[in-house]
């Protein structure tokens, strides 16, 4: 097995294996023959997952999964490996990154280059051909927000956020499999793009949150069981002062 790929498929085996032994999971010369790998690679692992707050080595007893106290590392971990994740968890991060985007649409505001501007114009062209094409934007709206938090020039910030779409990636394709959606969130990115460019800190803050209250009313709809889930955004009302 490939190093890259251990991680991830070890915590998903532990996820499965736990739930039918009240958290307690395989010992490591176990799990070092169910994955074909040395011990060592397996205790290097599990001091990764013990690091994230996935499991903890109990004395005398053995190793247990405490998902409960993960990282948010952890979580795109589980994401990744396909771990269902609770959907309350899922939807205060998607809040938390909603807090983090409209700060990185101020910043991004005074700190982006050209450079910057020149890769969210190539964005928004990949997104035009796509959408000309039927399909829907779910990589086109993942570039186009981090590349705003990358304009922040804060590699720290980029990498936080970066977290959230790792989560989201199962989701994002579901999400933009509306084209309507996803032509709705296009028109909302030209119009941040825009604030941008004319480096409005307050307007392109404004667009932000409005862009992403879209998300944030899906996860609600998918949390409280509702049918109905909401387009991307209230952009319009931004502009218009009106509600839609």
Same mark, same amino acid.
């Given at each position: 097995?490939?190093?890259?790929?251990?991680?991830?498929?070890?915590?998903?085996?532990?996820?499965?294996?736990?739930? !039918?032994?009240?958290?307690?999971?395989? &010992?490591?010369?176990?799990?070092?023959?169910?994955?074909?790998? &040395?011990? $060592?690679?397996?205790?290097?692992?599990?001091?990764?997952?013990?690091?994230?707050?996935? !499991?903890?080595?109990?004395?005398?007893?053995?190793?247990?999964?405490?998902?409960?106290?993960? &990282?948010?590392?952890?979580?795109?971990?589980?994401?990744?490996? $396909?771990?269902?994740?609770?959907?309350?968890?899922?939807?205060?991060? !998607?809040?938390?990154?909603?807090?983090?985007?409209?700060?990185?649409?101020?910043?991004? /505001?005074? +700190?982006?280059?050209?450079?910057?501007?020149?890769?969210?114009?190539?964005?928004?062209?990949?997104?035009?051909? +796509?959408?000309?094409?039927?399909?829907?934007?779910? +990589?086109?709206?993942?570039?186009?927000?981090?590349?705003?938090?990358?304009?922040?020039?804060?590699?720290?910030?980029?990498? !936080? /956020? &970066?977290?959230?779409?790792?989560?989201?990636?199962?989701?994002?394709?579901?999400?933009?499999?509306?084209?309507?959606?996803?032509?709705?969130?296009?028109?909302?990115?030209?119009?941040?793009?825009?604030?941008?460019?004319?480096?409005?800190?307050?307007?392109?803050?404004?667009?932000?949150?409005?862009?992403?209250? $879209?998300?944030?009313?899906?996860?609600?709809?998918?949390?409280?069981?509702?049918?109905?889930?909401?387009?991307?955004?209230?952009?319009?009302?931004?502009?218009? $002062?009106?509600? +839609?």
């Amino acid at each position: 097995m490939k190093e890259n790929n251990l991680l991830p498929d070890l915590a998903a085996h532990l996820f499965t294996y736990s739930k !039918v032994d009240n958290g307690r999971t395989p &010992s490591e010369r176990e799990l070092a023959e169910h994955f074909s790998v &040395s011990r $060592g690679q397996i205790r290097e692992a599990l001091a990764i997952l013990e690091a994230m707050r996935i !499991v903890e080595r109990r004395a005398k007893s053995g190793i247990y999964l405490t998902t409960t106290e993960a &990282s948010v590392e952890a979580m795109a971990l589980f994401a990744k490996a $396909g771990v269902p994740l609770d959907p309350v968890l899922i939807y205060e991060t !998607v809040e938390l990154r909603k807090i983090h985007e409209i700060k990185a649409a101020e910043l991004a /505001c005074s +700190r982006a280059t050209e450079e910057n501007f020149a890769r969210l114009r190539e964005i928004l062209q990949r997104s035009e051909e +796509r959408l000309a094409a039927g399909q829907g934007l779910a +990589r086109e709206d993942r570039d186009f927000h981090l590349e705003i938090v990358r304009a922040t020039q804060n590699s720290v910030f980029h990498k !936080v /956020c &970066s977290v959230y779409y790792t989560m989201g990636e199962h989701r994002l394709p579901i999400y933009f499999g509306d084209l309507e959606r996803s032509r709705r969130s296009h028109e909302e990115h030209i119009r941040i793009y825009e604030a941008l460019e004319r480096r409005d800190g307050n307007l392109a803050q404004a667009l932000m949150n409005a862009h992403l209250q $879209g998300a944030e009313s899906y996860w609600k709809g998918l949390i409280g069981g509702s049918p109905t889930i909401a387009g991307e955004g209230d952009a319009d009302a931004v502009l218009t $002062g009106t509600d +839609r």
